[in-house]
């Protein structure tokens, strides 16, 4: 399914993701914002993190050594190896290959760069040569500190290595709210989420919008509540499939 919904709340608490996923209990992919971190979810859970933005950590990195006029091999090879990883999944993508098959082939080649990686982590830690809060430092102490969460992939096919398909859906609500400033009021935010949910979920359904909505919204008001489910795009696309 790539349905998509957005939820929206007035602060960043963590009592707005304990809240939202209090009964979740699958697989929840998310960045390493701390809100995420702890006492969140039901019971059988599965946290993962996002590897592109541990990647982006360390590139960021290189260019402050770049732009010191300065070379650091060891953290050259840690985006290496991260693009290591992402290059199994990019094949698996051009064969085609379905989340067996790219099981599979991540089991095949992942496992020695994760090691390799890990091990050049630790030791670029423990060198003492890297300053804890300069860009390198606090790439590798995040990385290290999530890299259970993200290697869950290893264990789990359908984990993709990064949440960019989550952060393309939200991507022109960031880059509109620039101009928006604001939402005229804290009740309009839920009306608005709902409709972004709906018109995102088509995007990713390839279900035309104007379409659906041409077909839905009709009649809408007189359409008892139970049948609703009838009509969200995942179900109308399915029915279009048919």
């Given amino acids: 399914m790539k ?3 957005f939820d929206f709340e007035m602060t960043r608490s963590k009592e707005v993701p304990k809240a939202f996923f209090k009964d979740y209990g699958g697989i929840l992919h998310t960045d390493g914002y701390a809100a995420y971190e702890k006492d ?6 599965i946290h993962a993190c996002c590897m592109a933005h541990s990647r982006r950590k360390f590139i960021d990195a290189v260019k402050v050594q770049t732009n010191a006029k300065a070379t650091h091999p060891k953290l050259e090879r840690v985006v290496v190896l991260m693009d290591g990883l992402f290059a199994i999944d990019r094949e698996a993508r051009q064969q ?3 989340l067996d098959d790219r099981h599979a082939l991540r089991q095949e080649r992942a496992p020695a760069i994760l090691t390799e990686l890990h091990a050049l982590l630790l030791e670029m830690q423990q060198s003492g040569s890297i300053l804890p809060m300069s860009a390198a430092g606090q790439a590798i102490s995040y990385t290290l500190n999530r890299w259970e969460k993200l290697t ?6 359908v984990i993709e290595l990064s949440t960019n398909w989550a952060e393309n859906s939200m991507r022109p609500i960031s880059i509109g709210r620039r101009n928006w400033l604001h939402l005229g009021s804290k009740e309009a935010g839920p009306k608005i989420a709902a409709i972004f949910s709906i018109v995102e979920s088509c995007r990713k359904l390839d279900v035309p919008i104007r379409k659906y909505l041409a077909d839905v919204l009709p009649g809408l008001a007189d359409r008892s509540i139970q049948s609703l489910t009838e009509l969200t795009p995942t179900a109308y696309a399915a029915k279009a499939a048919k």
């Avoid at 969140?40 to 859970?45: E, S, T």
């Avoid at 869950?152 to 096919?157: C, D, G, L, M, V």
Wanted: aromatic share 6%.
């Fill in 3 to 5: 349905g998509v919904v």
């Fill in 152 to 157: 869950r992939f290893i264990k789990h096919p």
């Fill in 40 to 45: 969140i979810g039901a019971d059988g859970m």
């Fill in 96 to 98: 085609k290959l379905s």
